[in-house]
């Protein structure tokens, strides 16, 4: 199959505008997560993914108060260095031989 000169510049020109497109969309993505004083929040669903854990553990570290949160209309939020912290408090190293 041979594709004229002509052909193949107009389809790598549609192909070129549709990344464009796509990292416009991304760009907008960005700049719509949420942060507060330049810090990213992080709801359930994303504490969730990343920790690989149930609702209700992270209900439990919540309750206990291990993992602070802040509730922005009347939904969970929780600022990322907080997770790390957690994550920090968290880890047990091996124990030494």
Same mark, same amino acid.
């Given at each position: #199959?041979?594709?004229? %000169? #002509? =052909?193949?510049?107009?389809? #790598? =020109?549609?192909? #070129?505008?549709?990344?464009?497109?796509?990292?416009?969309?991304?760009?907008?993505?960005?700049?719509? %997560?949420?942060?507060?004083?330049? =810090? =990213?929040?992080?709801?359930?669903?994303?504490?969730?993914?990343?920790?690989?854990?149930?609702?209700?553990?992270?209900? %439990?570290?919540?309750?206990?108060?291990?993992?602070?949160?802040?509730?922005?209309?009347?939904?969970?939020?929780?600022?990322?260095?907080?997770?790390?912290?957690?994550?920090?408090?968290?880890?047990?190293?091996?124990?030494?031989?």
């Amino acid at each position: #199959m041979n594709i004229n %000169r #002509m =052909e193949f510049l107009a389809w #790598m =020109e549609r192909l #070129m505008s549709r990344l464009d497109m796509l990292g416009d969309n991304i760009d907008d993505l960005q700049k719509k %997560r949420n942060s507060i004083d330049g =810090e =990213e929040l992080l709801d359930n669903q994303d504490l969730l993914q990343m920790l690989k854990i149930s609702n209700r553990s992270l209900q %439990r570290y919540r309750s206990i108060g291990k993992l602070p949160y802040y509730t922005i209309s009347g939904k969970l939020y929780y600022k990322l260095s907080d997770v790390h912290q957690f994550i920090r408090d968290s880890f047990n190293p091996p124990p030494k031989k």
